[in-house]
């Protein structure tokens, strides 16, 4: 047996002990009434982007623009990326994936080996972003990385449903 050096004795910790006890029982249950969850959950995606983007973009390298096709499964986003350097006028086809919370939209670009033409057709590159959505407009930020001209960041776009 546990004796308590608080005041009131073995007695009050218990009853200290009891009203803890039920109050995390009761906010349990309130939580699960509710409808609440301990862990958290993204919330639905509240836009369709399926179909074709295309626009502007800037970025440490120079300006260019892109043009995203589209498709959506619920909260995942898949398709084709194209984007394009306007200062060399080089051009990179590869693929995007991401996930969209509401309207925000977290994406990740791929241009694979082959994706850009010769004499770059080794060239890779991989680009991350955040974007927010509505049914007709993308716009948003993103960082990469080129395999042959290194990094470019600060990168700001802003693409129009074609």
Sequence with gaps: MTVSTCRGGPRRARGA????????????????????SSASTAPS??????????????????????????SQNGASVSGSATLADDTTGV??????????AGAALSFTITIP?????APYGACTAQT??????TGASIQGIYNGQNSCTGPFQNGRFSLTKQ
């Design 91 to 100: 051009s990179g086809r590869g693929t995007i994936s991401g996930t969209l």
């Design 45 to 70: 995606p509240s836009v369709s982007l399926t179909g074709t983007f295309s626009g502007s973009a800037s970025d440490t390298s120079g300006p260019g623009s892109m043009t995203w096709t589209l």
């Design 128 to 133: 991350q972003g955040s974007a927010q959505a």
């Design 113 to 117: 080996a082959g994706g850009f033409p």
């Design 17 to 36: 002990r009891l009203a803890a006890a039920a109050i995390v029982t009761a906010a349990t249950v309130l939580t699960a009434h509710c409808g609440g």
